[in-house]
């Protein structure tokens, strides 16, 4: 599978974000080349790594809309090796705006072409609906990872969730696959969790990682000192958390290395 997660659900609250945030910091603390794509207007994981939102010029949205280029856009966080394209509210406008764009499915896609040559993993944050930003982030995509908060009503939407990839298997991206489940914010105290998290992997076997993200006080908090988990406590359940969940991901899944390394190797091979 190529590099390019779509981290969705059309919930809110899931876990997208702190999933999208932490485990492209883990991914990249294990010294692969991340960039994670903010692709939701509300800006969380732009703040959450420490960009300040009001003072962007150019965001993800004069990507998508405009002709700003990716190396404006791009910026460096605290942890080596992770990079993102932050967003800011005015992307709410690009819902409408890309209705009127010729093949607007492909516009994400496209302008992160340059990226998927420089990065090994590209993680793609998405927006609380499955509206326009959502099913570009899908077509850019290889994979969709869905958050799932274990709780009563986890599965609900899940239906809708699941018929959307498909639907963009079968037209716009026939390489799409769904790349997983991740349940969040388990309450191992409770009768509730174990039984939600039971029913979710009888439901989808193997689907499901088997790394589970705890509810934990320290990830809530991270995002406030702008820093992934494992800066701001590396020794948190939550920083452990994410940091098995990146294992799990890249024994799962070998990315290939960046399409210019291929290049390198490819011609090195035909002299
Ligand atoms: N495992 C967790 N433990 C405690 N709080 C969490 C956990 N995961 C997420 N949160 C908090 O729950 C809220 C919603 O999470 P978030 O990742 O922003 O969800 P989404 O992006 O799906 O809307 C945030 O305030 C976040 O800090
Ligand atoms: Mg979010």
Redesign the pocket.
């Known amino acids: 599978m190529g590099g390019i997660l779509a981290v969705a ?1 059309q ?10 945030v932490n485990l492209a910091a883990a991914v990249a603390l294990a010294g692969h080349r991340v960039l994670l794509v903010d692709l ?1 207007p509300q800006g ?1 994981a732009t703040s959450g790594l420490g960009v300040a939102r009001h003072e962007l010029e150019r965001h993800v949205y004069h990507l998508l809309m405009g002709g700003a280029a990716l190396d404006d856009i791009l910026r460096p966080t605290a942890v080596e090796n992770l990079a993102i394209l932050p967003a800011a509210r005015d992307l709410t406008g690009a819902e409408i705006e890309l209705a009127e764009m010729a093949e607007w499915e492909y516009a994400l896609a496209d302008k992160l072409r340059p990226a998927a040559a420089r990065f090994e993993v590209i993680f793609i ?1 998405c927006p ?1 609906s499955l509206g326009r930003l959502t099913v570009n982030a899908m077509v850019a995509a290889d994979g969709v990872l869905v ?1 799932l908060q274990t709780e009563y009503y986890a599965m609900e939407g899940l239906t809708e969730l699941l018929a959307t990839v498909d639907s963009i298997r079968a037209g716009l991206n026939p390489n799409l696959t769904l790349a997983g489940i991740v349940l ?3 309450d191992g105290r409770t009768n509730l969790a174990r039984d939600v998290e039971q029913e979710i992997r009888r439901h989808f076997g193997e689907l499901v990682f088997k790394t589970v ?5 320290r ?2 908090e991270a ?1 406030s000192h702008g820093l992934p988990v494992m800066l701001y406590d590396g020794r948190s359940q ?1 920083a452990e ?1 994410y940091l098995e969940l990146s294992r799990e991901l890249l024994r799962r899944y070998r990315f290939s290395p960046p399409e210019s390394a291929h290049q390198t190797e490819n011609s090195g091979a035909a002299t």
């Not at 919930?11 to 999208?20: L, P, S, W, Y």
């Not at 993200?213 to 006080?217: A, E, G, I, L, N």
């Open positions: 659900n919930k809110g609250g899931v876990g997208k974000t702190t999933t999208a939701d969380n944050d609380p958050p969040t914010m388990y993200v705890p509810r934990s006080v990830l809530a995002p939550g958390a």
